[in-house]
């Protein structure tokens, strides 16, 4: 792949820089403990997924306004209690909106950033709040020159419109942005659909299932973490064991 030709480099945040599924995690295990319940992480996980897709596709088009990240995450809480048999309270419905602000970058993410923005600009396509996403941007320790969120475009990807947005405020062609994004369903098959070129952090990797739902697509290359894209592209050290990237892998 020639690195040179991309200008700009999006991101997805949540599941690609921000590692949501621990947050997901810390805030509904003491929900469940408080009910005397108990639940694998991975059904934990299918259940949010299952449940947020349905707020952002099907609860926020038929709403009179689109919903916030916000309503989706209160959503998407209720919707995981009656999928795992847990009764929550309406103060507890609030659980994984305020835990927004409390989820942790993936430890590579920082230094990865920093790595790449002295050679190219870098933006934010999130299906986020703006106020939410600015407790993440604390976290990543880098300026963005564009951060798009499902707030300001009024969808939810994998809708196109955050792809849209993006062309039309950088002014770039697609030929010349390269999105990251660790999601098939959401970021990489609609990408691919609008003629970007795509990179799959597969942070997941050997393990099906997660906080984002089934999708096929195929990226333009795979790779575990952003360190190893880093170096792929020749800003960082030499790949460890382990860190295979691999090209137009099927998702």
Not at 99 to 126: G, K
């Amino acid at each position: 792949m020639d690195w040179s030709r991309f200008e700009l480099l999006t991101f997805d945040c949540y599941g690609t820089l921000i590692d949501w599924e621990t947050g997901i995690l810390e805030a509904v295990r003491p929900l469940l403990a408080r009910h005397g319940m108990a639940a694998e992480d991975e059904a934990v996980l299918a259940a949010f997924a299952r449940q947020e897709t349905r707020a952002e596709l099907e609860l926020s088009p038929r709403a009179s306004r689109p919903l916030l990240y916000k309503e989706v995450l209160i959503l998407t809480l209720a919707g995981m209690g009656q999928e795992l048999g847990l009764p929550l309270a309406m103060e507890e419905l609030l659980a994984l909106r305020d835990s927004l602000q409390r989820w942790p970058a993936f430890p590579d993410v920082p230094e990865a950033l920093r790595a790449l923005r002295p050679h190219h600009r870098l933006a934010i396509l999130s299906n986020v709040d703006d106020d939410l996403f600015a407790f993440s941007q604390a976290q990543l320790g880098v300026s963005f020159d564009w951060v798009i969120t499902a707030e300001q475009v009024g969808h939810y990807k994998p809708h196109p419109a955050h792809f849209r947005a993006i062309l039309e405020r950088s002014g770039l062609p697609v030929e010349r942005v390269l999105h990251v994004a660790q999601s098939l369903h959401h970021d990489i098959r609609p990408a691919r659909e609008m003629g970007f070129t795509t990179v799959w952090v597969n942070r997941r990797q050997g393990r099906s299932g997660g906080a984002t739902p089934p999708a096929q697509a195929i990226p333009h290359l795979e790779v575990p973490d952003l360190a190893t894209l880093v170096a792929r592209m020749g800003y960082g050290p030499s790949q460890g064991p382990g860190h295979g990237a691999h090209d137009g892998t099927q998702g």
